[in-house]
């Protein structure tokens, strides 16, 4: 079955236009909360931490960010010199203490093409940093100097603090600043000559990834929730060899893991997927797991479910793959809200997925709904029914 992915990759894990949207996503099945709080397309996604994200543009007054915050120009003409800047604060407003971080989101972007036809990005040419500061920065001078120890090149889905940071209940973070600037050192290769398209970012924002802390105790110890998800951003790679071993909630728009070309992944943690829309807000996604190009993945285990998908747009695809790209399972659980999409590959395509292993909430792998040849068991594996749930075992 087509996935509903049109433009895949033009947004994430979150974050489209340059208004700040509110979702909450309460009384999810996880025993371990999370929160995200982000900015333009500014979306604050909840578990059941609660955490809530300020902004300024003068350091003296602070207005909680809402659906029509805008915090960055999406039009901005962006030139050598030319700087950005919002200061934040990160504030729990919740009863358990937790830990977040700061990064970019998936944004989107007009292409430029300069005087030697060179076509390009604009985000190739742009630096970003943060610097806590207790006062508004006098000029671009000011701004570009203090983040001068963190400052990195622009890039999708990327860490911009420079670690997580614990927050107590109650309490909210020291005022930082986010600084984004085109260096003077940049010359006619972003110039660009085309009249009728600037290039330009669209939907940029910053994404606060909240989790809970390990700090308050029950009656044995603090270590109840140290398997709380402590990566909060989609993983996503073209080539190389990768593994995941730590537990992950992050956007599932186009998935929470993202396979492409010759990448390799090997999974062996619980990965939810929190159902994002994209940039019309009309359709979204909650994906665990996407493969495409020649890609391949391996799942030995971990917990993989859906976050957040609205009863007007259940239909979303768990595990999924495409172009020639193969999913290996051998082990894990797999629910899906829509069971017959729990594992899925696009019509037309050469991708399959094998499953060698695996529990499955009302879906049974050795008889898919979706399309012949896409899903199959390995010769030597049978399903045996428990329930809702579908095993596959060794003969």
Not at 251 to 274: H, K, L, M, P
Request: net charge negative; glycine share 8%.
């Amino acid at each position: 079955m087509n996935n509903k992915r049109a433009t895949k990759r033009a947004l994430l894990t979150s974050v489209m236009a340059l208004a700040m949207c509110v979702v909450m996503l309460v009384g999810t099945t996880f025993a371990w909360f999370t929160d995200t709080a982000s900015t333009a397309v500014n979306k604050i996604q909840a578990g059941n931490l609660d955490v809530k994200l300020m902004y300024s543009t003068d350091m003296q007054t602070w207005t909680e960010a809402t659906e029509q915050t805008k915090l960055f120009d999406d039009n901005a003409l962006w030139e050598p010199g030319y700087t950005q800047v919002v200061y934040l604060k990160v504030v729990n407003a919740g009863n358990l203490a937790l830990k977040y971080e700061v990064s970019t989101n998936s944004y989107d972007m007009e292409r430029g093409k300069n005087a030697a036809g060179e076509l390009f990005y604009i985000d190739k040419f742009l630096r970003i940093g943060t610097a806590t500061t207790e006062n508004a920065f006098n000029g671009r001078s000011d701004a570009i100097a203090a983040i001068a120890g963190s400052e990195k090149n622009m890039g999708k889905e990327m860490q911009i603090s420079d670690d997580w940071a614990v927050l107590d209940p109650k309490a909210e973070s020291k005022p930082f600043a986010v600084v984004i600037y085109m260096p003077t050192t940049v010359g006619n290769e972003a110039n660009n000559v085309q009249s009728w398209r600037h290039p330009s970012l669209k939907g940029f924002g910053l994404v606060v990834n909240a989790t809970q802390a390990t700090m308050e105790s029950d009656s044995f110890d603090n270590t109840y929730d140290e398997k709380a998800a402590t990566v909060l951003a989609a993983e996503s790679a073209s080539s190389g060899t990768h593994e995941i071993t730590q537990n992950m909630q992050a956007n599932g728009r186009f998935g929470a893991v993202q396979a492409e070309r010759t990448a390799q992944y090997t999974i062996n943690a619980d990965v939810y997927a929190v159902y994002t829309k994209d940039a019309s807000g009309t359709t979204g996604g909650a994906m665990a797991v996407c493969a495409d190009g020649s890609s391949k993945v391996i799942i030995n285990g971990g917990d993989f479910r859906q976050v957040g998908v609205p009863a007007d747009d259940p239909v979303c695809d768990l595990i999924y793959a495409l172009g020639n790209a193969t999913i290996e399972i051998n082990g894990g659980t797999f629910k899906a809200v829509t069971p017959a999409n729990t594992l899925n590959c696009k019509d037309g395509s050469n991708a399959k997925i094998t499953v060698k292993g695996g529990s499955f909430y009302k879906y049974d792998p050795s008889n898919p709904t979706m399309g012949a040849n896409e899903v199959v068991v390995a010769a030597g594996y049978h399903v045996v029914q428990d329930g809702d749930w579908f095993k596959v075992v060794a003969d």
